[in-house]
């Protein structure tokens, strides 16, 4: 079992950080978010041009056919970056659901778009507050018709098409919808982070498509999120190492008392904390990669652990990148709140770190069991 990468893999994560250090600064971020704009669709467009969009998807739809090793890769980079770009949401779920479940003619028509970053995807599967589970669904399926709420949707005020769950005659099936098409309302939300928008989706007789075998949408939504889990992961985990850095450099800048305020053993220890969360979070995500990569059945335990893992280490570096920048780690005008803002989003956008430790002791006890 290789827990590494290969030479090619690193040299596309060296690729991809040279990329996002010149054409994504953390200023970046904070235009979007200052700004009335949903993302950067400069950078996505740059994006396309070194095509990360057609990563994953096979050769004969405009992709490029490599794995998802790759994507991780490029993940951990945009987490770093805090790149404003909906990369999670079209390249790792709606690219992905519909490289697994769509049918011949979903796939031509819609994956060359999606590759080359001309339409963007998103998945819809909450419907309010709670757990974001694939059981039963509000939102109805009939036939070609679609009608129900989801919210929040990642990235769904501005993306072409989404994958949505919904209840059929036959059982949860996912439905495949172009948002611009009639009966589509879409509502902006107010978001935590603001460089990353949330959207609510109502449906009222709107055309769809089922996305593959009717009754199924249960199945396919549980894959799909494990595999998007392993996918974020890294990205929480990019983010998490990129304020561990800053902060670490302002307290051997910062003096108090004659000397680097990272001397006292205070600050020392809080901070080797934060570096252990980050490095098992890094640890357990390489083993949801190496799962995913090898279709291994240890992903249904490996995504949780990433996930959870990757969460934790990301929300705590938030908290203690703000307390150990002192009372200017509060302010506008520093990145900490970038950090802390996206650490909440990502923690979320998938359910509730808490969910995915039952589903782990669910995942766990089940296997002890058989």
């Known amino acids: 079992m290789n827990f590494d990468f290969s030479d090619d893999q690193k040299l596309l994560k060296d ?39 057609a990563t994953a998807i096979p050769e004969e739809y405009g992709g490029y056919g490599f794995g998802q090793l790759e994507l991780a890769m490029i993940s951990e980079e945009v987490g770093y970056a805090l ?17 697994i479940a769509g049918s011949e003619e979903q796939k031509k028509r819609w ?31 009939d036939a070609d018709s679609l009608t129900g709420t989801k919210v929040p949707v990642l990235d769904g005020d501005y993306a072409d098409i989404a994958v949505v769950l919904a209840e059929s005659s036959n059982g949860p099936t996912l439905a495949l919808v172009e948002l611009a098409a009639a009966g589509v309302e879409r ?39 494990d595999r998007a889990a392993v996918l974020m992961a890294f990205e929480q985990i990019g983010s998490a190492t990129r304020a561990l850095e800053i902060t670490k450099k302002y307290t051997l800048e910062r003096y108090a008392f004659g000397r680097p305020i990272g001397s006292f053993q205070a600050l020392k220890h809080r901070m080797a904390d934060r570096y252990c969360d980050i490095e098992i979070g890094r640890s357990n ?9 090898n279709d291994d059945p240890e992903l249904a335990v ?14 705590q570096m938030g908290i203690d990148m703000i307390q150990l920048h002192g009372g200017v780690g509060f302010t506008w005008e ?34 002890e069991a058989a």
């Open 285 to 293: 995500s390489y083993y949801g990669a190496w799962a995913l990569e």
């Open 187 to 225: 509502t902006k939300l107010e978001c935590i982070d603001p460089s990353r928008s949330v959207a609510r989706l109502d449906f009222t007789n709107s055309p769809a498509e089922p996305l593959g075998a009717p009754g199924e949408g249960g199945k396919l939504a549980e894959a799909l999120l």
């Open 83 to 99: 790149a404003p770009i909906p990369f999670a949401s079209s390249v790792c779920f709606a690219s992905d659901a519909l490289v």
């Open 111 to 141: 994956l060359p778009k999606l590759a080359s970053g001309e339409a963007i995807g998103t998945f819809a599967l909450a419907e309010g507050p709670g757990d974001n589970g694939s059981g039963t669904s509000a939102t109805k399926l």
């Open 334 to 367: 520093f990145d900490c709140h970038l950090f802390y803002r996206r650490s909440k989003l990502l923690s979320s956008a998938l359910g509730s770190t808490a969910s995915w430790k039952r589903k782990l002791i669910r995942r766990v006890s089940a296997q």
């Open 302 to 315: 490996s995504a949780c652990l990433a996930r959870v893992a990757a969460s934790e280490a990301l929300d």
């Open 15 to 53: 690729t991809a950080s040279s990329f996002l250090k010149e054409h994504s600064p953390l200023a970046l971020c904070r235009a979007v978010l200052e700004s009335d704009d949903s993302y950067s669709s400069e950078l996505w467009k740059k994006a396309a041009g070194l095509g990360w969009q």
